[in-house]
């Protein structure tokens, strides 16, 4: 999983560190007794009662802080130090005086902080603190940085007595890398421009004869360079600040950067993401070509390396990202080489993917939930008067008597619904079985559906979920009888709670199925008989297999393989009303879904399912069956192929219509292009819905288009290599699109019509980003799980995502009532598509 800070290595170039620094700002543990007595030392201390264990914000124990020894003189260096346990992104530090119940008053005015992983060591300058000995102060810092130790210094200009208490505010770095090496950046002096400092400015390691090693800076903090390498983020810093750059011949013949990463453990690398300038009209562009080793712990480097050509673009100047795919090797140590496209090379930012190749340590501070900043608030109230103590016994006293008055409330709500549960064991095998006969509930309802519940383990193991099937077949009839979905009250429990009480369990043992044939299954109906399909039910013609021929393999799933073909004959074969634009040509470009020789017997059916599906759907927005290839194996069906690909693709390579774009040719859409399309979207979901069909993987790599823009929907994404950074794997099986999905269909398992009007939002918001963000790009994918549940406890804390700048205020409300809590408040594919067709024309 990705850390906070290289989290935001995934924003298109509009929004910087400090933007994501607002939402890693968790207590560390200091007030709340996460952070051990054991963790927290000193210099020295004045008593044993003003040791470093009690310089806890907001707390009261001992003398009531930590004060060193004696009188603080200027040029002493005094400190307070912090083991957090692991490495942190530490953005904010709290600090107080010595209150002591109204009998102290001694604070820091000023102190600086010195942080440190396990060997580097870095100091920041001085930070302003405290001007009373109650009030809290907060200070923001500038950069965040990556550490595992904390030190505070006070800082005093008179010899006085100090005292401190402090809290530390940040979040987890699950990144795991500890350094990177790599070449100095050198100086640009092209003529007429300014010169451009390519330096590694924030790098915290060493420097030795040319080189970086031992540390970070600027590659991991966060902050995306802009299209222009001379425009920088920040105010008052030289010309190409963002960058780390290189000349291709001051490194003598080699052509190539080197640059060696370390990480924290041993970690199974699925990809890397590399910001890269791409200002070609100056001799800059993204790297032509990249080799990565590997070097696993207690072993040296592997001789096989993983090569990625990049697709060069002299079109379009925009810095982008490259995805170099990792291919999933294990490794502590990688030691990646960038090959030169042209004079210059830049980078901004680079960050991992990955898993832990081990189990997971257990740290001493856990991050959770309910350690939330809700204090942080109360730290901004910087002059508040000094607490009054004199009603202090009065108020425990209530409270005491309001929390057992609680307790009491519980344990009578839980003994009814224990009693309520006995009496529903003894009647309800007389009542579920007439109440099931009697429903026929919508395709949403059906007990067929196949259901996953993400943070319930035991519906991820199929022995297990063997075991279980009486009670999810008894709790399918309950079900039934109350004619829909029955939701748990969300309101009362928690999530895993939750999921072991009165919510129906729909799931199946073989969740792999998830994946579908070819990568996904397209669309969910309701279950149909493996005996009624045969061939007659397939309304599509047989076409003849030899006149396929395969131009090249599009992408693979579970059982399956989609083919880039080209049809002889096809439009003679189909004849007069074919679903084929008028073309002169005797042979089409098709895509062709063939079923593997080793697919399962449950596969085949599947497929056989599909194709019959696929068979009656019609229409203009929805990709079309042609003819299959079903009399022998291996199993085709054939369907219509876009010339100009996925709408992610498509949409990622253009810049919105302006002056500029129509001066230098550079491809663009226009804001009536994307309402367009947006349009096209909702009348095929339109479509799909008036059937009672759910899609289950609606974004805007599943829409493909042709050569006049026509917008067909399908079901290729998940079978693509290229998009695998957008499904998250469950315990190496199952897939699922968890940045698209519903908060329901992630946590309830529940896909319906309405869940994809959540997913249909978030593919408006890519279509009115031109997809160069991926959707949560701040978030890693255990955080958007995570964000799920806050949209479960539905208690004002989950995040959304921000409105795009092309995107109009009133399309934007749209896209937020589609990501609605409560299923009835979002809108049907009916009226988005009412919604959205008058804009096309203004």
């Not at 346990?85 to 008053?105: D, E, I, K």
């Not at 379009?316 to 291919?327: E, F, G, I």
């Not at 140590?333 to 898993?355: H, K, P, T, Y």
């Not at 009672?692 to 599943?702: E, P, Q, S, W, Y």
């Amino acid at each position: 999983s990705l850390g906070f800070v290289h989290k935001q290595s995934f924003l298109s170039g509009r929004k910087s560190c400090a933007v994501y620094s607002i939402h890693c700002r968790y207590a560390l543990g200091m007030e709340d007794g996460r952070i051990k007595d054991d963790d927290i030392t000193a210099s020295s201390q004045w008593y044993e009662t003003t040791g470093p264990q009690y310089a806890r914000l907001n707390r009261e124990e001992g003398e009531g802080a930590w004060c060193p020894e004696g009188q603080l003189e200027p040029s002493d260096s005094q400190y307070l130090q912090v083991d957090l346990g692991r490495l942190t992104f530490l953005t904010v530090v709290g600090t107080q005086g010595r209150y002591a119940r109204n009998s102290g008053n001694e604070f820091a005015r000023a102190y600086r902080n010195t942080v440190s992983d396990h060997t580097q060591h870095f100091e920041q300058g001085s930070n302003p603190a405290n001007k009373n000995a109650y009030a809290s102060v907060i200070n923001d810092l500038h950069p965040p940085v990556i550490t595992r130790y904390v030190r505070l210094i006070p800082v005093t200009t008179l010899s006085t007595t100090v005292c401190m208490r402090v809290e530390l505010y940040g979040c987890p770095w699950e990144d795991g890398l500890v350094s990177y090496s790599a070449p100095e950046g050198q100086l640009m002096m092209p003529p007429g421009y300014p010169i451009a400092s390519l330096n590694d400015s924030t790098y915290d390691g060493d420097h030795e004869k040319r080189k970086l090693f031992g540390g970070m800076g600027q590659l991991t903090d966060g902050v995306i360079g802009m299209d222009d390498f001379l425009l920088t983020r920040q105010y008052h810093v030289w010309p190409g600040y963002d960058y780390l750059g290189w000349r291709n011949d001051s490194l003598g013949t080699q052509g190539f950067v080197e640059m060696e990463f370390v990480f924290d453990r041993q970690r199974n690398f699925t990809s890397m993401k590399v910001h890269s300038n791409n200002m070609f009209s100056r001799g800059v562009k993204i790297f032509a070509s990249v080799s990565c080793w590997f070097k696993p712990r207690f072993a040296g480097w592997e001789a096989e390396a993983v090569a990625f050509k990049t697709v060069l673009d002299d079109r379009n100047p925009s810095a982008r990202y490259v995805t170099v795919p990792l291919n999933r090797r294990t490794a502590k140590s990688l030691r990646c080489r960038f090959n030169f496209a042209d004079v210059w090379m830049m980078f901004s930012e680079i960050s991992f993917q990955s898993g832990n190749n081990t189990k997971t340590h257990s740290h001493k501070h856990t991050h959770t939930d309910k350690h939330r900043l809700a204090s942080l608030k109360k730290l901004k109230q910087n002059n508040f008067d000094p607490p009054d103590d004199g009603k202090t016994p009065i108020l425990i006293g209530c409270l005491v008597t309001i929390i057992l008055l609680l307790v009491i409330i519980i344990f009578l709500i839980l003994w009814c619904q224990y009693v309520c549960k006995v009496l529903e064991k003894v009647t309800g095998f007389l009542l579920v079985p007439s109440c099931a006969l009697l429903s026929s509930g919508p395709a949403n309802t059906d007990p067929h559906y196949e259901r996953v519940f993400l943070l319930d383990p035991q519906y991820q193991n199929p022995a297990a979920l063997r075991n279980k099937l009486p009670e999810l077949s008894q709790s399918a009839e309950a079900s039934a009888c109350g004619g829909g979905y029955a939701e748990p009250d969300i309101t009362q429990c928690t999530p895993h709670q939750c999921f072991h009480s009165n919510a129906p369990h729909y799931a199946e043992t073989d969740i792999v199925r998830l994946q579908g044939v070819t990568g996904s299954n397209m669309y969910a109906v309701p279950a149909l008989t493996v005996d009624s399909l045969t061939r007659k039910d397939i309304s599509a013609a047989e076409f003849p297999r030899q006149q396929l021929i395969f131009r090249e393999k599009l992408g693979e799933g579970q059982f399956g393989e989609v083919h880039l073909c080209e049809a002889e004959g096809l439009p003679e074969f189909l004849g007069e009303g074919s679903p084929l634009p008028d073309r002169d040509e005797h042979s089409v470009l098709v895509a062709v879904k063939q079923l593997r020789a080793d697919a399962t017997s449950q596969a085949r059916n599947d497929f056989l399912k599909e194709i019959k599906i696929m068979s009656r759907l019609n229409d203009p927005n929805i990709i079309r069956l042609l003819c299959v290839c079903v009399s022998s194996d291996p199993l085709c069906m054939v369907t219509e192929y876009m010339e100009n690909g996925d709408l992610n693709m498509f949409l990622s390579q253009r810049e919105i219509e302006s002056t500029l774009t129509h001066a230098n040719n550079i491809p663009s859409v226009s804001l009536s292009d994307l309402l367009h399309m947006s349009v096209q979207i909702s009348s095929g979901m339109k479509y799909l819905a008036s059937l009672n069909f759910v899609h289950r993987d609606l974004a805007t790599r599943n829409c493909l288009l042709d050569r006049r823009l026509t917008i067909k929907i399908a079901d290729f994404g998940m079978s693509r290599n290229l998009y695998s950074s957008d499904y998250y794997r469950i315990q190496g099986r199952a897939v699922l699109p968890i940045r698209w999905m519903a908060w329901e269909s992630i946590l309830l398992g529940k896909f319906t019509t309405a869940s994809d009007v959540w997913a249909f939002g978030v593919t408006l918001w890519e279509i009115f980003t031109l997809c160069k963000e991926q959707p949560y790009s701040l978030l890693s994918d255990e955080q958007v799980i995570e964000n799920t549940g806050e949209f479960f406890r539905n208690q004002g804390r989950q995040i959304f995502l921000y409105g795009p700048p092309l995107c109009p205020p009133s399309l934007f409300e749209l896209m937020m009532r589609c990501w609605s809590r409560d299923i009835p408040d979002r809108p049907t594919f009916e009226g988005l598509y009412q919604a959205l067709r008058p804009h096309v024309n203004q």
